[in-house]
């Protein structure tokens, strides 16, 4: 699978962090990366940031509408300046960090998404 750029640099780096506490790296999923692509796309289209779709849609939701089959899964957003910015900001979290780290994890999903001003929106779905 080719991964654009932007989330390109996100993988890496979520799998540097991952292998940096010797938890295994995760996979890239084909479904995941569509949830997560059409999630941070809806954010731009719809301006809102969130993990809840003004529609009241939780990403679980999303996902399972969208075929992804999983037991566990976790998402994380951010809006930074570029991809480095983001993985930063949420390894600097702990909420977000225990996602990136969760050993129930092993796929992966990225999504970006560049609002008008330049400001880029990444989503990281997880699965199982």
């Not at 506490?21 to 479904?31: E, F, K, N, Q, T």
């Amino acid at each position: 699978m080719v991964l654009p750029p932007l989330v390109f640099t996100v993988f890496m780096q979520v799998n540097k962090e991952r292998q940096s506490v010797a938890a295994a790296s995760l996979a890239p999923d084909r479904c995941l990366m569509e949830m997560a692509t059409a999630r941070a796309n809806d954010m731009l289209d719809r301006n809102y940031f969130s993990h809840i779709t003004p529609d009241g849609t939780p990403p679980w939701q999303t996902m399972r509408a969208g075929g992804c089959v999983f037991h566990f899964m976790g998402e994380n957003i951010a809006e930074a300046p570029d991809p480095m910015f983001a993985v930063t900001e949420l390894w600097n979290s702990p909420e977000h960090r225990q996602n990136t780290l969760n050993i129930h994890f092993h796929k992966i999903g990225i999504g970006a998404a560049v609002r008008p001003d330049g400001t880029e929106i990444f989503v990281e779905d997880f699965s199982d």
